[in-house]
């Protein structure tokens, strides 16, 4: 979906910023007014919203899931990134527990 936001004459497309890992470009306001008070004051109008799993400017870091607060591994088990996603590495549990 491309945006476009038109002010006197002139038209800008949302589409400028080059998002990377599969984001978008948007505006940050669907109100007119709000973005012509933040382009004139020399504001960011626009911005990218990242798929789950990036962050930044650009979408251009990794969220590192094993840090999120609701991603937490039970009883202190280690936790593994690997490829965008998160594992609780149970090997240890097993080494101390039988079951």
């Known amino acids: 979906v491309q945006h476009h936001l038109t002010m006197s004459s ?12 599969g984001g978008y470009c948007n505006f940050v306001s669907d109100d007119t007014t709000t973005l012509v008070k933040l382009f004139l004051s020399g504001g960011l109008i626009q911005h990218c919203v990242c ?3 990036y962050e930044g400017i650009m979408c251009e870091n ?3 899931q094993c840090q999120l607060p609701d991603l937490k591994c039970h009883n202190g088990m280690p936790c593994t990134e690997l490829a965008g996603d998160y594992f609780c590495d149970c090997a240890e549990a097993d080494a101390v527990s039988s079951f």
């Open 10 to 21: 002139t038209t800008i497309s949302a589409c400028i910023l080059d998002c990377e890992n």
């Open 51 to 53: 798929p789950p799993g």
């Open 62 to 64: 990794t969220v590192d």
